[in-house]
């Protein structure tokens, strides 16, 4: 009567790595994101090496941990690592106010984000 098992919905050539509640908006962390789609592996840890954005850190630390999982726990070749995906995705908002002229007040956002980077090994070209 359990639980049924837990399917993977990765492929054998695919490895995730995942972050939660990273504090920028979803729009600016897409935008790091879109600049490391498609790219291999090595050339997206450059870009996000030098990039001056400052979501970049957290971005670059998640690659790091899909290529790690797809080493340790796929036996995957990291040289022929690419990034398959990077999606973004809204999470919660913090609501903070500050004191206006009149009486008023001015409302102060404080959004967070969540980041999922996948990571899948090149077939071998012949």
Not at 45 to 56: C, H, P, Y
Not at 70 to 85: G, I, K, M, S, T
């Amino acid at each position: 009567m359990g639980k049924k098992a837990f399917v993977s919905q990765l492929a054998d050539t695919e490895a995730m790595a995942s972050s939660k509640m990273i504090r920028t908006s979803a729009q600016k962390l897409n935008v790091v994101a879109g600049f490391i789609r498609g790219k291999s592996c090595e050339r997206a840890l450059g870009d996000l090496t030098f990039s001056k954005r400052r979501v970049a850190g957290e971005v670059k630390k998640v690659l790091e941990a899909a290529i790690a999982n797809a080493e340790n726990n796929h036996q995957l070749d990291v040289d022929r690592l690419y990034v398959a995906e990077a999606t973004v995705g809204r999470a919660m908002v913090m609501k903070r106010w500050r004191a206006r002229a009149r009486g008023r007040t001015g409302r102060i956002m404080k959004p967070f984000s969540n980041l999922r980077v996948i990571v899948r090994e090149r077939e071998e070209t012949v």
